[in-house]
């Protein structure tokens, strides 16, 4: 593919080497970062880069094995076996990226671990196969360690198993290069808006459990390319997606003052 085609992605770090060489040696690879720091924009560039079709499966805790392996279905009065989309990845030489992993039920692990290990077996009980992974296959998982929640980590036992990188929202001007590409508003204006992510991430933690992504940097750009008055887009997409509390939303809008005034 041109290099022109790819979804567009700006590197941050050295991720891109880290994944080519992840995937050169058949490697399996864990993403860590918060909310709308570009981690599954990165798989889709990244799968697109090396010519494999890409399965996202976003897991929730309902998500099951079979979710992921596939599962007989009725099909006017037949059974059919209807590969699910690890195993679809798995036969076709696919990247398969489960973001948000720890979401996922447990048994989901009890099919990820002999994908992880050096056979890169892949066991269909209920069909009796056991595939076994071509070269082009590689597994992305992605965790946000941010919710800090104990019950919803991932087991030393599964993260052991991949390579991991951390991902963080790009530095400012990188970042300010991104949203103005994203949303088609331009740089001079975008910068200012990135300051205020900037300043309202420095709140995280005591007032806010997330800060801004840069996803939302890039709704408040793009409402404003759009012609909306740029305080009813921030209240839009910086504030009201942040928090309930009025009191926090308070001491985020003299953020607002204090930074774009
Ligand atoms: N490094 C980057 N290059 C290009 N776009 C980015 C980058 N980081 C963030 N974005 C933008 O932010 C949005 C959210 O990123 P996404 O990959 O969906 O986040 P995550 O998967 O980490 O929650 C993307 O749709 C894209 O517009
Ligand atoms: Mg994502």
């Not at 058949?26 to 090396?50: D, I, Q």
């Not at 030489?93 to 994908?115: Q, W």
Request: hydrophobic share 40%; with cysteine.
């Amino acid at each position: 593919m041109d290099a022109a085609e790819l979804p567009y992605y700006a590197p941050v770090g050295r991720e891109v080497a880290l994944f080519e060489h992840a995937f050169r040696n058949r490697l399996p690879l864990l993403l860590k970062g918060p909310t709308g720091c570009g981690k599954t924009r990165f798989v889709s560039h990244m799968a697109a880069r090396l010519g494999r079709p890409l399965y996202t499966v976003s897991c929730h805790d309902d998500l099951t094995a079979a979710d992921l392996t596939g599962r007989y279905l009725l099909k006017g009065g037949d059974t059919v076996w209807v590969d699910g989309p690890l195993t679809r990845a798995v036969r076709e030489g696919a990247v398969c990226y489960l973001d948000e992993v720890v979401e996922a039920r447990k048994d989901v692990t009890v099919v990820l671990h002999p994908l992880t290990d050096d056979r890169r077996l892949l066991p269909l009980e209920r069909t009796g196969e056991l595939l076994e992974a071509p070269d082009g296959f590689m597994l992305v998982v992605s965790y946000n360690p941010g919710y800090q929640n104990i019950l919803k980590s991932l087991k030393p036992s599964t993260r052991q198993r991949f390579l991991a990188i951390e991902f963080d929202f790009p530095e400012p001007e990188a970042e300010t290069a991104i949203v103005a590409r994203e949303s088609g508003l331009e740089r001079d204006r975008v910068a200012p808006l990135v300051r205020l992510g900037n300043a309202l991430r420095a709140l995280k933690g005591q007032d806010l459990e997330e800060g801004v992504s840069t996803r939302l940097l890039v709704y408040c750009a793009t409402l404003i390319r759009d012609g909306m008055a740029r305080e009813d887009a921030v209240t839009a997409a910086m504030i009201e997606p942040l928090t309930d509390d009025p009191e926090v939303k308070r001491a985020l809008l003299r953020a607002v003052e204090l930074t774009l005034s």
